[in-house]
């Protein structure tokens, strides 16, 4: 499977990330460089008071609508990637990490698989079908985002969960992965966070 990685500019990462064609977006470059191999830098580089290396094809003008992240995953996307790990995603402005969720949501619409690694989680949307592997003892929890969820089918959790996630809720905060794999199914998007603090 062809994976992108993207690198953003919020709280560095401090784990080992995954390989795959690197996209490293503005500041993200500081605590990037020298830990893994860039292939590609972008953004408007205005948390940089130099040009990263490899120097980027383009340097986008501060004052445009979309984050540099975005800019990444519509790079991504259309480079024809079909799974991509976003880094550096967490911390920082929470502005910015809300807007990051959103990127996962908006490569769930287009058919790619995105997962947020931060120091603390692992976070993907997901929509019908879902498994849960490698999350036994996990705390995990799931958001409806953009709207209610409705459950259809579920297995492997603490606690059950319910027939809707109503938006504006936070019942599905806090729940244990109790098989490996845990399922369900859903109408409706789903936000996914893993806990993995401390591995």
Same mark, same amino acid.
Request: charged share 25%.
């Given at each position: ?19 795959? *064609?690197?996209? =490293? =977006?503005?500041?993200? *470059?500081?605590? &990037? ?40 995953? %519509? ?12 880094? @550096?995603?967490? @911390? @920082? ?5 809300? !807007?990051?969720?959103?990127?996962? *949501?908006?490569?769930?619409?287009? !058919?790619? %698989? ?6 603390? &989680? ?5 929509? +019908?079908?879902?498994?849960?592997? @490698? ?11 953009? +709207? ?10 603490? *606690? ?7 938006? +504006?809720?936070?019942? !599905? ?13 859903? %109408? ?9 603090? !401390?591995?």
């Amino acid at each position: 499977m062809k994976r992108a990685v993207i690198l953003l500019n919020g709280e560095p990462y401090r784990g080992r990330m995954r390989e795959g *064609y690197v996209y =490293c =977006c503005d500041g993200a *470059y500081e605590w &990037a460089k020298g830990r893994i191999k860039i292939d590609e830098t972008l953004g408007d580089f205005d948390s940089l008071s130099y040009l990263p290396d490899p120097p980027p094809r383009e340097v986008f003008p501060s004052e445009k609508n979309d984050t540099d992240g975005e800019l990444a995953l %519509r790079r991504a996307v259309a480079a024809g990637f079909e799974e991509i790990v976003i880094y @550096g995603g967490g @911390g @920082g402005r929470e502005d910015h990490f809300l !807007g990051n969720l959103h990127l996962l *949501y908006a490569a769930l619409k287009r !058919g790619v %698989r995105a997962e947020m690694v931060t120091n603390h &989680a692992r976070i993907f949307a997901a929509e +019908g079908e879902t498994s849960l592997r @490698g999350a036994l003892g996990h705390t995990v929890s799931l958001v409806p985002f953009g +709207g209610p969820a409705h459950i259809l089918e579920s297995r492997g959790f603490y *606690y059950p969960l319910p027939e809707t996630f109503v938006y +504006g809720s936070t019942l !599905g905060i806090s729940n244990v992965v109790t098989e490996d794999p845990a399922f369900f199914s859903s %109408r409706g998007t789903v936000l996914v966070f893993i806990d993995h603090q !401390g591995e």
